[in-house]
């Protein structure tokens, strides 16, 4: 069975940087969409960023662009949110989503992707 298995969270300051990882159990991420979301206490889950690996097409949310980069490793089937500058509103519990199936018009949408990691806390404190 396929599970997204994430890292890389943690308690940092304002002005910090955090790399959270996503890799996938088996098997590769070729030919999948892999996405970040995040939820914070008491608010909907919320869209981050999400990137296609074959076209390697990226987007991001326009709270988190210019302050955050996915990359990857195909070594490692293993994909990475770098997040630069981070706010207090950012702490959020923050989650990898995955899909082989999804279109682009449904990337910022949690309904599209069928496969979730259990997610990883970010907390910045200011």
């Known amino acids: 069975q396929v599970q997204l298995v994430e890292s890389g969270g943690g308690l940092v300051q304002t002005g910090d940087s955090l790399r959270l990882s996503c890799a996938l159990s088996?098997?590769?991420?070729?030919?999948?969409?892999v996405a970040w979301f995040r939820q914070a206490t008491g608010k909907a889950r919320e869209f981050v960023a999400a990137h296609k690996w074959s076209s390697r097409a990226t987007v991001y949310a326009d709270s988190v662009k210019g302050r955050s980069t996915i990359d990857r490793d195909n070594a490692k089937n293993s994909v990475y949110l770098q997040m630069n500058t981070l706010r207090p509103e950012d702490t959020a519990v923050y989650y990898c989503a995955a899909s082989r199936t999804i279109i682009l018009s449904q990337w910022r949408q949690p309904s599209g992707y069928a496969y979730w990691g259990q997610g990883t806390q970010v907390t910045v404190s200011s």
């Open positions: 088996e098997g590769t991420f070729r030919g999948w969409t």
